[in-house]
């Protein structure tokens, strides 16, 4: 190694072998302190801001369940809106084998607003772009599940559309934003490599997590992804506390649930029903594995659901901006010669408050 000197007359000199061995060490040192930060759990890091003080104090990266007045910043992406005043409610079909359905009409669809008949004033299938929010269990008991659930993790991403964008939140006795707001699919495999599943499960933070970072959402219509095997032993947050955030959003939540069929703790016996409660609510649903071959399938499956959504929309006949919870009901009228369908849609939706 040669460095040059300054002065009246510069020279040339060579560094001695002492110094040449302290820099190279050093070096060294560098390079294996970054590898070493590289293959760092998130959940591990001391530096993630994800620490549960006792309630109701908030935290950064997990907000206190206060509700967001229809109109503010945190809401700017809900689809009822003071100007516009219009309803947007995607919707899937599924007939009795649950296979989707697609190519119905809008003369098919009759929507009702708290029981009152509306008129559709928009219609369209396109298959627009998602942000979509992954909750991903890493608790203990996922160990000999976890290499199957992130490969369906990375076909679910492969099958979206292009445009989606997606965010990561992994959760054990605690949930963090392991992947923040990306398009880039090989950036997410990369991060969720260097994951370990240990711990207990703090499902219903997580889901609060999640439904809160979709406030920031790019896109107007969202979604959440739950993978998890079992119910919840370590949330702060209560059900009835996750139930009214799920209301307030205007998230659309399906989960696959990858539940032991016999269910040895009351968390364990609970976990698919409050899944199923809150997909239910938002329109999307729950499918349960029972066998871990099928993961991919069900994952591609919910990928299509999620690219084959029909939406409607209307201004309802009856404003009442009194920030009340408006249900809704949406009638299915087939063509001929279709067998009973089902249609999935979210269960209602709070009016504006002013």
Known sequence: MEYLTSGPQSQRATASPTVRHLLFGILFAMLATGVAAAQENPLDSPNTAIGAPPKPAPTADLPAPSPAAPGSPARRN????VDANLVLVPMTVTDPM??????????????FDNNQGQVIKTFSTEDAPVTIGIVFDLSGSMTSKFARARKALS???????????????????RPAVIVDYTSDIDDVE???VMLKPENRTAL???????????RDAKYDRKALLIISDGGDNRSRYSEGELRRIVRESDVQIYSIGIFDVYASTVEEQNGPILLTDICE???GRLFRITDMGEMGDIATRISAELRNEYVIGYKPSEVKKDGNWRKLKVRLLPPPGLPILDVHYRQGYYAPSQ
């Open 190 to 192: 990369a991060r969720m």
């Open 155 to 173: 076909e679910f991403m492969r099958t979206c559309n292009p445009q989606d964008e997606f965010f990561v939140v992994g959760f054990n006795d």
């Open 281 to 283: 609510l938002t329109g």
């Open 98 to 111: 649950n296979r989707l359905v697609t190519g119905l009409e809008k003369e098919n669809f009759n929507v």
């Open 204 to 214: 219903i933070d997580a889901v609060y997590l999640g439904v809160s970072k979709l």
């Open 78 to 81: 809900a689809p009822i809106r």
